[in-house]
């Protein structure tokens, strides 16, 4: 869990941010806005509903209200990615705007009203197309051959899913769907690589028991994500375990001919969870010469760790969710997404995520499964 101190920080900003934006809206809106007529009036109310519906999502989480809160979360986030849009597009326009001006061309009156519905109608237009791509995930699918696996293991099907965030807003319908990829393609092993879950899940009994259904011959494995410590770890592991998952905190484990590591998530360092020394001293596993795979939430890679593992699986970014915000992601997660080779023998892939956090939309970055086909490149004599 967050400290008091870095939480009230990360809070302050948040607030900080949503007001701006809020702000910039209203003043691209306040000749319609400020009127007295019943449009006008009833525009106003719903703009207040829409505004504050984010901070009743967290009031009805933190209560215990999945149903509520869904219904809430749906409206805000919905609105806080319409927002962004909102704010880059039209942001651009009156940047061009701004630029001609100094350059001596002075727009026609009525361009402000054309920038202002353009924008609306693109902004929509994309936030309508990232429900649908937030809600269609793709199957990645990657073969890597190698000469670790035993002879007696041809190939070995793993399936990742990372950052699924059961929460109030995705629920039984996302566990169907992985459900249904996961029965098409018939994974070895299914591993989760974090973020399972966040605060009050609606429908947590059939959300676990359907996760709980999917079957995996050689296990389903999962670890810690930043928002299992921000949910409560204790409270996380336990609906992780309940839906047919073996955690691997800090531990690691040799099955159907490979090493598993995993390790919990660096947000949980100060609370003694995580510890670089530790993952090198679980990566000793790789000693004994088979094919080792390092699950790590955050596509952090330890220079120490390189030449240990032979693939690290990570998630967190979600691709950066909604484009452009990816730019920003990438600022500080350079390994934003895919496959990267980091030498030494050592590969790197990082998921987009299964779910969403926060707006429950993508755009050009959609949710993905990724299923891994190990093969042995040893020719038989």
Not at 311 to 325: A, E, V
Request: proline letters at 5%.
């Amino acid at each position: 869990m967050r400290s008091p101190l870095s939480f009230f920080i990360f809070i302050s900003i948040v607030i900080i941010i949503y007001s701006l934006m809020n702000y910039y809206f209203i003043r691209k809106h306040r000749n319609i806005l400020t009127g007295r007529s019943l449009p006008s009036i009833l525009l106003r109310l719903i703009l207040v509903t829409v505004i504050l519906a984010p901070i009743a999502t967290v009031f009805f989480s933190q209560k215990g209200e999945p149903l509520w809160a869904a219904v809430t979360g749906f409206t805000g986030y919905g609105w806080l990615a319409f927002l962004f849009l909102f704010l880059v597009i039209h942001g651009m326009a009156d940047i061009i705007l701004y630029i001609t001006e100094k350059a001596g061309f002075i727009p026609p009156g009525y361009m402000a009203r054309e920038v202002l519905a353009g924008t609306l109608i693109i902004s929509i237009s994309v936030l309508a197309y990232g429900f649908y791509e937030a809600d269609t995930p793709r199957v990645e699918r990657l073969v890597i051959e190698t000469e670790k696996l035993p002879p007696d293991v041809k190939s070995l099907k793993i399936m990742q899913l990372s950052d699924i965030h059961f929460s109030p807003i995705i629920s039984t319908d996302k566990a169907e769907d992985i459900k249904k990829i996961a029965d098409e393609e018939k994974p070895d092993i299914i591993v989760s690589t974090g973020d399972f879950l966040d605060r009050s899940i609606r429908n947590s009994d059939e959300v676990a028991a359907v996760m709980r259904s999917i079957d995996a011959p050689k296990g389903k494995y999962a670890i810690t994500g930043n928002h299992e410590f921000i949910t409560g770890v204790e409270e996380s592991v336990q609906f992780i375990e309940k839906s047919g998952f073996i955690m691997l905190r800090n531990r690691a484990v040799t099955i159907a001919g490979i090493n598993l590591a995993g390790v919990d998530d660096y947000s949980g360092r100060k609370l003694g969870f995580y510890s670089e020394a530790e993952e090198n001293r679980l990566l000793a596993v790789s000693e004994n010469g088979l094919y080792t795979i390092l699950l790590k939430h955050q596509p952090r890679v330890s220079e120490k760790s390189i030449g240990l593992f032979d693939l690290q699986l990570s998630g967190h970014t979600h691709g950066g969710q909604i484009f452009p915000f990816t730019l920003l992601v990438k600022l500080s997660f350079p390994y934003l997404c895919g496959e990267y080779d980091l030498g030494r023998g050592s590969r790197l892939y990082v998921s987009r995520g299964t779910g969403t956090w926060g707006p429950p939309v993508r755009f050009i970055a959609a949710p993905e499964v990724t299923v891994f086909e190990i093969k042995s490149s040893l020719k038989v004599n």
